[in-house]
DNA sequence: TATAGAACCTGTAGCCACTACAGGGTCAAG
DNA sequence: CTTGACCCTGTAGTGGCTACAGGTTCTATA
């Protein structure tokens, strides 16, 4: 194995970035991250530009983006064909969507503990839930 | 067919709930859903404790409930063996977990806001959020 | 009674984003 | 020249469904 300064293996990418070794395996199948070279006995060598685009899809999934998007945006990044307004847009609609999801939870959350509220809290094999989730009469609980 | 009164096909229990056919039939497979009576030619056939059981599980699942959960709480109802405070307890852990979810989730709104207001919104290929995703240095746009 | 078509059956595969093996090959150090 | 760390490919599993394929059963109409 001849190795070249500033290249390393993706055990070494693997600590860098602190992704999984499967899970750049893994991206590499699905084509979100380029075939590296290989060295003569097969081991995949990185650099410091697969280092920077791993970070990158990383990043976007903190971010919560789908691997589709993230594939969508580094195709625009490849071919340099993105402006700025579309990253901008494409960035503000997943933030817009984030936020259904609050909604969406805190409504959850407030259900959640109405219905706890109702609990006497003792140590009886009767119980408001269950008897409000088991009856089909009895929706109001669980109307948001 | 011997159809008694008060009995449905699944195709009918789907309507009565609104779940797909093969959502019934993969609850039954995973053991949520009880094997139902057959008919002479094999067609399932329910009555209304399906119906409830299964209006109990949808409305656990809108609730966040993972099915493992609501296996755990169907098998405390099944052999009686819950008390309230119990059912209480698990209710309000849930509610914890997804305080906790909106937390992030808030977190990540904020910084999506955060980067997209960087953006200049021309259309012009520079933008700041694919320089903040891609250069290793510029980590401050993603610490949340 | 024949037949069309709706509804049902089982079993398998796909979705997403990974993760976890099994069963082997390659490398560096002692 | 052996040990053991690291790497390789390929497959299967996760959760909670959904979507077929290819077959059977029922119901309504001619």
Redesign the pocket.
């Known amino acids: ?1 001849v ?1 070249t300064a500033g290249e390393f ?4 990418l ?1 600590e860098r970035t602190g992704v ?4 750049i ?2 991206y590499e199948k699905t084509g979100v991250m380029p075939n590296p070279p290989r ?6 060598m990185y650099r410091k530009d697969h280092l920077n685009r791993l970070r990158f899809i990383r990043r976007c ?1 903190q971010l919560g983006f ?3 998007e993230i594939q969508a945006l580094l195709g625009l990044v490849d071919a340099s064909a993105y402006t700025c307004s579309e990253v901008q847009a494409l960035t503000l609609e997943h933030a817009t969507m984030v936020k259904q999801k609050i909604r969406d939870l805190k409504r959850l959350e407030k259900t959640l503990r109405g219905i706890a509220s109702q609990c006497t809290g003792e140590k009886v094999p009767e119980c408001p839930i269950i008897d409000a989730l088991l009856d089909p009469k009895d929706q109001l609980a669980l109307q948001a």
Chains 1, 2 share one sequence.
């Open positions: 194995m190795k293996t993706i055990g070494g693997s999984n070794i499967e899970t395996r893994y060295t003569s006995g097969g081991y995949r999934r789908a691997m589709a």
